[in-house]
């Protein structure tokens, strides 16, 4: 089975952080308890150690950790730091299927959902990711990933995300004749709008391969002399046309999805921090350097100058780290 991180790795895309070389784990677990159990918190050797290791180093880290202090580690992490500061170093510590499931639950959970993380997580993993993602919500918190978000969710969103939560996407097949004639139901879906039309748009959206709707997009153009998310936006609102309008960004480019949301998180929401965090690290060993390449040349200004700009201290420090800029960054 392929790892969960692995799965971009053929697709050119390039993550910001990578396994240390003279790797010890013993020697890392015994920095990182001076740090967290002298007088003061030691921030920087934390940040030196976390943001250095792949995170299957990490985990090795970890069991370390427990071996040598009997103690766990995310718990030190979670009683000794505060703020947006311990939701990165912590964040750090989970496996990416269980951190995904992390992020989920606590969207649904939270004091109102957290539609957004819905939307990034769901629209953007691949079959395996979602199988290895419920694996991981249904051992971290005894619960059915499928089942909270019907409970907590609603409508044709509902719907959306329910099917892309089965991890049933085709794999690899494109049919030019059957492009063209999904490119017709989606360009009717966008002009009648009915609860039927709604539902085929979507199916089509879960369900095709990404290499089918490539295709899907190329003959809606040709058909409708418009852009798909452009039609998307101007037939639907709500989070069910982000959520539509998410599949389909993420089928063309992922990075540049992923880039445009963390623009939208620095410089539209006031800093959201939750999205930055979950961002950063999930896509840390995937494409993190991609997105880095594809904010610069959309947005003029680099990631590193935007989060130096909005964070601040051992947060902003921590952030930097797992961006990794280069020279004409700072």
Known sequence: MKSYSSLYCGGGYRGTIFPAPNFNPVIDAQMLGGALQGISCEKDMLIDILTQRCNAQRLMIAEAYRN???RDLIMDLKENLSEHFKEVMVGLMYPPASYDAHELWHAMKGAGTEEN????ILASRSNMEI???KEAYSMQYNSDLQQDIYSETSGHFRDTLMNLAQGIREDGY???????QDATVLWDACQQKTGE???MLQMILCNKSYQQLWMIFQEFQNIAGQDLVNAI???YDGYFQELLAAIVLCVRDKPSYFAYRLYNAIHEFGFHNKTIIRI???RSEID???IRQRYKERYGKSLFHDLKHFASGHYEKALLAICAGDAEDY
């Open 131 to 133: 199988f290895q993602m």
């Open 233 to 235: 936006n101007e037939c």
């Open 174 to 180: 494109a049919d030019p004749a059957m492009a063209a």
């Open 68 to 70: 040598m202090y009997g």
């Open 288 to 290: 993190l350097l991609t």
């Open 117 to 120: 993380c819905l939307i990034d």
């Open 197 to 199: 039309h709604k539902n």
């Open 280 to 282: 950063l690290i999930a």
